[in-house]
Every structure is written in structure tokens, then in C-alpha cells.
């Protein structure tokens, strides 16, 4: 902002995009999967791209993620942070940065909100590891979004946003193994957590086909992710 | 980019700033230090801001922040990355979304590019837990950025970006405390360094006023942080 010029960036236009995730059963592991829109005008027309829009002059950058995502899903995630900004210069015919944000929504949220009277129709699901090529640069966005997500479901609780509020040790891991896209073994797994001061055992059981499950819930104060001096989203 | 608008984020600027950290030797421990620039126009005309400025229609982000920096500051980092896109209504008198990047520059360097004969005036080194109130949300920006290098140095070899070549496991530990502004136990520091992939032993010494100690470097086969499918910057 030191050095303005005849161009002062006129011309480069700013767009908002989210990646959200959420789980599908399937027999074997889950599937992680984003919804994707489909494209009805040029560029790109007929292709699948990452909902999104323009970022209003009045608004910020989180609330354009959470409106655009709303406007062209009609989804609400349970957890959005800021991923990245893509600004190559031949990512669009038009010079266009795109704040992209990353989202997780509870499996069981998705249903829902699926089925909900005002659900989109040119929206579907994909399993991440087989996308079709999609409009602009968004396969490399997905690429990026999902090793972030490997990455920090590491180090973080990050997995409860794919979760409902109380759940069974099986079902945590295979969240862990969907987002992984790896099996874990299951005794060090449960080793592993229920020493975990972010785990808080419940009194209740899931029953069914097996023997009843305990079902645990996340420590509610601690925070999801730390995003430090930028607060929760 | 799927509902355009009458609007479609017209008025909206994109301008680029960088944090770059680098560290002055104190006597106790190192200062984590950075640059501002004092601003020559209105709005916060006097007022230090961080190194930045528009971004062109022709180049990308990457690039600008690269430009930017030489051009305010004539510095040149050994590290650059996207830290993140500040765009709150508020932040300025105009709209401006600024996608800020961080960076690291070896303390050698510094005093170097220093002493170039194009080094502006009106740039000034700062240590960062003794800041004025800066231009913009720029404290809260250098905030952010604080508290990313303090939690990336844990986990990956960011130190080397603030070191020569080679170096001394003593100067190794200098840096890790200069960021994390606490004391580190040198024979902890060391029993964890020495048994690190990362780190060759190399088979010259440092001498001086204490006995000889022997120099390291990285591991080249290393990156320097995983930037995942991004690639090196």
C-alpha cells in the first residue's frame, strides 16, 4: 500500500471458494467427499467446480465463505478456516484471486441438509480420491485441501467436526482412516486416545449386531483447532 | 464465481505485504526482529506499516510479494510463504483484501543488505514483543504471524532460514529460544538435535573464547517445510 500506481490492482477481481468435507459409509473404509457444482455459463460451462462467488465489497472474507457456500449448496458447515489464496495470473480467462476456505460437515448433517426442500440440484457429492478434471485450478485446490486436512487431523481434534456429538472409539477411527486413507490398528489406536485429556467417556453405549460400545464425546474446552490470535471462526 | 453480480467485487483492491523475521544478537538471548516501513502518505501518513504494496494485474502472488519487499526494503529473503488473506470491512478506509506472506532472512544477510548502497531510509528493524502501534490491522497481522513461526518451528526445519550454512548446535538453540522466547536446556536441545536426520555433522569447528565447537548443516534432502502439493516457494 506504499506505492500506488496508474493500476492500483484495477481489474483483478476477488472470488471466495470452499472445499468441505464429509464422510459417505461404504463397505471396507469411508469415503471422504466434497460436494461440487456444476458450472451453467462460460467459463467452463458444463464443468464441476467448488462452490463459491464473489466477494461482496460489504462483506468479509469469512462471511462471503459462509454465503456463497450457503447460496450455491445450501449447506452449513460445522467447522470453516481460511486454506489459501490462489492468484496465478492464467488460473482464469479474467484475473481473479480466490480465497479458498476448508470446511467439515458431520456425515449425518449432510443427509439433512440433502434433503431439505431447497437443496440445489446441480450439486453432487465426489469421493475425493476420483474427481473429474474441474474448471480453473480447482483440482490442484482439492489437492492442497486435503493433504492440509491429513496434515492437521494429526496434530489437532480437527475429527470431531466430521463427527455427531457423542460417538464410539470405532467410529473416531475410522474418520482418522478415511481422512488418512490408511487402516490404523485398533488397540494402539484406543491406547492412544483414551489417554487423551481432549476424550471425555460418557455413561451411554451404543448397542447393536456387536457387544454395546461405550460412546465418548470431545472435551469441550478445548478448542477444535488452535488458530491463535485469529480466534475460532 | 457461479452468481456474478452487478457488483462482482468491483472496489475491491488486492494489495500484497510481507512479514519477514530475522534475529539481532542481544546479550541473554537473540531478538526476533522485523522491518517496517514508515508511511509516506495518508491514510497512517507517518505511521509504520508492513513492507508491501499493490498487486499488478500481470503477475502473481508469489511474485508481488517478492517484489514488494525488494522494492520498500531491498531486502531479498531466503524463505517466503503465504501466511494469509486479511479482508475485513473495516481494515482500511477503502476496501483492500491483503494477502500477507511471512519470511525469513538470515541475521548475515541482513546486515549486508543493510549496507547497500539502494537500502531506503525509511525503513526501520523492530523487535516484534516491542512494537508501536503500527498502520492498519498490521499488530494484529504481525500477531498472527508471530504466533505461526512459534508453532511451524516445532515441527519442521524453519530455524535454518534464520542461519548460515553452517552452524553450531549452541547457535542452533539461540534461534529455537529467540523464537519461542523461552530458555531451552542445552543438553535436552542437544541429546534431541544430535539424534535428528535433519542435522550432518560437518568435520570443521568453531573457535573462539570457549572451546572448539563443532559446526552443522542441513540436510539438503530435506525441505525446508512441507508445502505439500504447493511445492517450495
Known sequence: MTSPSATESAGIRVAVSTVIFSLRSRPGADALMIPLVRRTREPFEGAWALPGGWLDEREGLDDAAARTLAETTALSPSYLEQLYAFGDVDRSPTRVVSVVYWALLRSDLVDAQRAAEDAPENVEWFDVDDLPALAFDHN???????????????????????????????????????????????SNFRRLLEGSEALLPTESFRTGKHRPARLYRYNSEVELADRGPLGPA
Open 140 to 186: 490442484r485446490i482439492v489437492d492442497y485441501a486435503v493433504w492440509r486436512l491429513r496434515n492437521k487431523v494429526g496434530y489437532s481434534r480437527i475429527a470431531h467436526g466430521l463427527l455427531p456429538d457423542e460417538f464410539t472409539l470405532t467410529e473416531l477411527r475410522e474418520v482418522y482412516e478415511a481422512v488418512l486413507g490408511r487402516r490404523l490398528d485398533p
